[in-house]
């Protein structure tokens, strides 16, 4: 198995050498090259020159690329134009609430979906299935923007049940260490901290997960449906085993893998979500400063949060992976 992990760790390098040649050689290919972008209307020749000297962009690409490649490699990812600090500690103070929202969002997501696919597979044909379906189409194709807008004006600004935006509210004198407010809160006793942290949490975590929730109602449906056909569940049933004891070692366990695949892929595409869902709320995450450095053609900071993210999201897949080997004895890594 360690073995099995290092080799999935040395394909990263690769993976994130060839990333990283991407985005250096899209910056390259803005038109009028990176300082015209940057400057925007402020793009004098003499100012597009000084931005070309100060970061280099007057040199060879290749010698570029190289002296970037090594900065990379020591841990320099360059510093933020907007803010002036090193994009590395914008990323760590950030992550953390990203992180935190996520795992809002794809808790609310597999407790309420795996057990709704559960269900609509058991009846299916009947109300609570098609109720699912419907459910799961309308979540998909509803935009993450548009239903968070509908969920603050709904229950943040009309019925005032949650708050309209921000981490926390900014009376509340609270200690923060982790970077995770509301673990913050219950390790220091302050669960009145904890409680409006999670509070400003529901929404937006409701919003970007929704559309993971009503995947993993499709995937999982499907995949018990499959299951529920097999030999292995029939016979099970006519031996008269308990139907506990069939839904949780023959049916569920063996849904589970594509299921398992489905959650970890919807992890990392939520980091995309929440450039949209981060921006509504104005929840101070990495998402909501990457489309503020969109805007400000913040280039070090791109950079270097997509190849984090990238990290992030091949890690991801590795813990996926090695979990196929734990819910389904059946497969084993060679």
């Known amino acids: 198995m360690l073995r099995v992990i290092g080799k999935r760790l040395a394909l990263l390098v690769p993976t994130l050498f060839g990333l990283s040649l991407l985005l250096f050689l899209w910056v390259r290919a803005l038109p009028g090259g990176p300082a015209t972008a940057l400057l925007g209307e402020r793009a004098t020749p003499e100012a597009v020159e000084r931005i070309n000297a100060l970061y ?14 090594g900065r990379l490699l020591t841990g320099d990812f360059g510093n933020s134009i907007e803010t002036g600090r090193p994009v590395l500690e914008e990323f760590a103070r950030r992550f953390p609430a990203t992180l935190e929202l996520a795992t809002f969002a794809i808790l609310f997501a597999v407790l309420l979906g795996v057990p709704l696919g559960y269900f609509a597979a058991k009846h299916y044909g009947r109300l609570v299935d098609h109720g699912s379906v419907v459910l799961s189409l309308i979540g998909i194709v509803i935009p993450v923007f ?3 807008f509908i969920l603050k004006y709904l229950f943040a600004v009309q019925l005032g049940w949650f708050p309209t935006d921000g981490r926390q509210d900014a009376r509340i004198d609270a200690t923060h260490f982790t970077g995770f407010w509301v673990l913050d809160g219950f ?15 529901v929404l937006p975590g409701i919003a970007l997960g929704t559309i993971p929730l009503a995947i993993i109602v499709r995937i999982t449906r499907a995949s018990v449906l499959d299951v529920l056909g097999a030999d292995y569940v029939r016979t099970a049933r006519a031996k008269g ?5 069939i839904r ?10 594509p ?21 509504v709320f104005a929840f101070s995450g990495i998402g909501q400063f990457l489309a503020s450095s969109i805007f400000a053609r913040d280039f070090p900071v791109l950079q270097g949060f997509i190849l984090f993210i990238a990290i992030g999201y091949a890690l991801i897949n590795l813990v996926v992976d090695v979990s196929y080997s734990f819910i389904d004895p059946r497969v084993r890594v060679q």
């Open 56 to 69: 280099g962009f007057d040199r060879p690409v290749w010698e570029q690329y190289v002296t970037y490649m």
């Open 146 to 148: 548009f239903l968070a």
């Open 187 to 201: 390790l220091t006793g302050e669960l009145d901290a904890a409680g409006d942290a999670f509070m400003h949490l």
């Open 241 to 245: 085993i308990l139907e506990s004891t």
């Open 248 to 257: 949780d070692r023959f049916v569920l366990r063996n849904a589970m893998l």
């Open 259 to 279: 299921v398992v695949t489905t959650i970890g892929l919807q992890v990392g595409l939520l980091i995309s979500g929440a450039v949209l869902t981060e921006t």
